[in-house]
């Protein structure tokens, strides 16, 4: 495609329920990165994927966030048993390998209830 | 945690005045960006300044660097309402991660 794809872009889930979210990236763009923004904060770093290389973890908040990169290419970010305070806005960017601009998704807009 | 911090964390100009944001980080960096956000969803880039660069220019936006003191500055002249958003510093580190600052919310008055 020609941009950052995320889906779905609104997702209103149960507390306790699990969520999936996927990030499209860039054709050929070897990183990718997830980050979390709460309403009106910046942007709180995820994990980061870097081609066949182990991706760096640090970011996630708890063990009920894991992430995995299919393939090198499509992306699922995966909350189990969602919390009230899980809820924002999850964005997805990538980027060439090396020290590049990155392009962004829309988001994912997760609303806990 | 996040790398960058920037200030001020609001501004409000009248159009046709300047916009000046600073950002700090806190490690070495590879180079230093800045985005543009509208709405809370997706980010912009601006513009991308390395780290054995001082200034860059592109059209109304004017980037310094001071790697002595981990801190950079954002620049945007002539601002018009639709220049209206929040801006964001990310840094990009030697593991080619890239980190954002806290953002500065733009607004310009017509």
């Known amino acids: 495609g020609a941009g950052v794809s995320q889906s779905p872009s609104n997702k209103v889930t149960e507390k306790g329920k699990d969520v999936e979210l996927r990030c499209d990236p860039i054709?050929?763009?070897?990183?990718l990165y997830w980050y979390r923004q709460s309403l009106g904060q910046g942007l709180e770093f995820l994990i980061y994927?870097?081609?066949?290389?182990?991706?760096?973890k640090s970011g996630l908040p708890s063990d009920r966030f894991s992430a995995e990169r299919t393939g090198g290419s499509v992306s699922t970010l995966t909350i189990q048993r969602t919390q009230q305070e899980d809820s924002a806005v999850y964005l997805c960017?990538?980027?060439?390998?090396?020290?590049?601009?990155?392009?962004f998704g829309q988001g994912t807009r997760l609303t806990v209830v | 945690s996040q790398q960058g911090e920037e200030d001020p964390q609001a501004l409000s100009i009248q159009e046709g005045e300047n916009a000046t944001m600073n950002c700090s980080y806190k490690?070495?960096?590879?180079?230093l960006q800045w985005y543009r956000q509208n709405s809370g969803r997706g980010l912009v880039h601006l513009i991308l300044?390395?780290?054995?660069?001082r200034e860059k220019h592109s059209g109304r936006l004017r980037v310094t660097l001071d790697t002595s003191k981990k801190s950079s500055s954002l620049l945007i002249t002539a601002s018009r309402a639709a220049d209206t958003a929040s801006y964001f510093c990310?840094?990009?580190?030697?593991?080619?991660?890239?980190?954002f600052g806290t953002g500065t919310r733009l607004t310009v008055i017509p």
């Open positions: 994927f870097q081609g066949n290389s182990a991706p760096d």
């Open positions: 300044i390395r780290s054995n660069e």
């Open positions: 054709s050929g763009h070897t990183a």
């Open positions: 960017a990538s980027s060439l390998q090396g020290a590049t601009e990155a392009f």
């Open positions: 490690t070495s960096i590879n180079n």
């Open positions: 990310a840094t990009k580190t030697g593991a080619n991660n890239l980190f």
